[in-house]
């Protein structure tokens, strides 16, 4: 069948728009173009004259004299909260903006409508203003490489996934060089205000940039939008990051199906790996969607110090228990970064962090008399692979490349060894077939789901308020978000007060403290009650795929909802 739609401008659905030559030609599905024009609600704080209200003073996640020092333009300041208002003081300066955007880190689903959210909001509220997007993430700034955002431009990234529009990176502004790069960059292009649309890497370096423009009395103001799959971006005041609830459906509808693919064959041991570099956030969401046998939650192998053997030791054990159930098959879900919260594991990987930072690594392994003496065991106790995959070069912000470490093959061949002594000894008697899969890049580039294209639509549209009203150093907030749209809250919230300090790369940096699963957080709590349940009997649900219309298309995450709940 011909596509009904063909973005080198060929209009087969009889939808007319004007892709800019430079585009790369690509084909849109028929969701997709459904997808382009459907409407956003907007909270109602946008639909009159309103006015921004500042908060209290803040302070910081942690360490807050550190922070006091490191950001003294911007420590303290208050968070905005945009109210509406009929007087004159609502009106706030019609003056035309010049605005960059940039979306910087990971792929996150939502991210193009943050960018129509802001693009929308200059057209509506500050007529003839003129947005520019930063190509492939901060490089783009530092190298001057941009692109004026128009109409037509935008226009068919509207609820699509993917960062294609102006594309990404995980570069980082670090060094003064690089500061003043960035400086020469947004003065040439007299720029009025600046949107990060990241992580917690980026919007700590958004923070960086704010405060060094606001030290050198630049025009330019920073605001950042709080991204990432992982759903570790967070805070009272920053319900959740976009991306989070797309990427978890798009996962829990390939658990479901690998379950009932289980049921089917009666077989296989599926060991799904799932995204999400630090926190556990994704691999619980997707439990409470799916009702897996086995999940493994790093936070509580960190609460616990649970050793790999231990690890290895429950999941041998719930497969025993279900083959005396008659069950010689499961799935086991297991967080991308359990490898780090294994405080064995965790010390191994430090020791190695301050090696690699001294670039001391020769061929001959010499080097690995740096170790100490436990840690060495363990890491020559690992399997070879997972040994190489260690020692991986680290992300420009000092993290290991967790995505790139295979921790669900390492347990399967452990389990397996562990499952061949039973047999040795009478114990076990059954076959075990392990089959390993990593769900992560499959996640983050899906067609928003609802919630999210909203959601960004309403960063966006805020970010571009508080750009206007001339906040600089906040990240744009929307909250009560279990409530109709038009009742969401909408402001900025102080990125100093996300912030503590960390060890990268051999010193002490400021970094926006990630929030982790909470064991005594309502999500994990909920799990905690009917694991067990789960492993021993098949209480399988198959989500199936995102919908946006119908049944469940306005669902909200079980996350989300249990924590709004907590806090109500
Ligand atoms: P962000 O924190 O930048 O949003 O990225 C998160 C993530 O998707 C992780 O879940 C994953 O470990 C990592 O990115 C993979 O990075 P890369 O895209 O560089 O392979």
Known sequence: MASPYDLTGENIAG???????????????????????????????????????DGPPSSAAGNSEEIAK????????????????????????????????????GQAPGGHNVICGIFDYLQE??????????????????????VELTSDFVYPYRNQGGFDMICSGRDKIETPEQFKQAEDTVTKMDLDGLVVIGGDDSNTNACLLAEYFRGKNMKTRVIGCPKTIDGDLKSKEVPTSFGFDTACKIYSEMIGN?????????????????MGRAASHITLECAL?????????????????????????????????????GYNYGVILVPEGLIDFIPEVQELISELNEIL??????????????????TLKLFEFLPQTIQEQLMLERDPHGNVQVAKIETEKMLIQMVETELEKKKKDGSYKREFMGKS??????????????????YCYALGYGAGSLLQSGKTGLISSVGNLAAPVEKWTVGGTPLTSLMDVERRHGKFKPVIKKAMVELEGAPFKKFASQREEWALKNRYISPGPIQFKGPGSDAINHTLLLELGAQA
Request: one cysteine or more; charged letters at 20%.
């Open 125 to 146: 509220h500050a007529k003839g203003s003129t947005l520019f997007g930063f190509r492939g993430g901060p490089a783009g700034i530092m190298k001057g490489k941009y």
């Open 357 to 374: 930072a001294q670039g001391n690594v020769d061929e001959e392994g010499q080097w690995k008399k740096n170790l100490k003496e436990e």
């Open 258 to 274: 690998v379950m009932i693919d289980a049921r089917s064959t009666g077989k296989y041991y599926h060991f799904v790996r799932l």
């Open 437 to 454: 899969h990593f769900f992560g890049y499959e996640g983050r580039c899906g067609l928003p789901t609802n919630f999210d294209a909203t």
């Open 289 to 325: 969607q799916t009702h897996p046998n086995i999940t493994i939650i790093g936070e509580e192998v960190s609460e616990k110090k649970l050793t790999l053997k231990n690890v290895t030791d429950y999941i041998v054990d719930v497969i025993c228990k279900r083959a005396e159930n």
């Open 70 to 105: 490191l950001f003294p333009n911007l420590y303290g300041q208050p968070s905005a909260l945009l109210v509406s208002d009929q007087s004159n003081d609502a009106v706030l300066s019609d003056q035309k903006l010049k605005v960059g955007v940039v979306l910087s880190g």
């Open 15 to 53: 939808i007319s728009i004007n892709p800019p030559a430079s585009r790369v030609p690509s084909v849109y599905s028929e969701v997709q173009v459904s997808r382009i024009d459907h409407a956003l609600p907007l909270p109602s704080v946008f639909k009159s004259p309103f006015k921004i209200v």
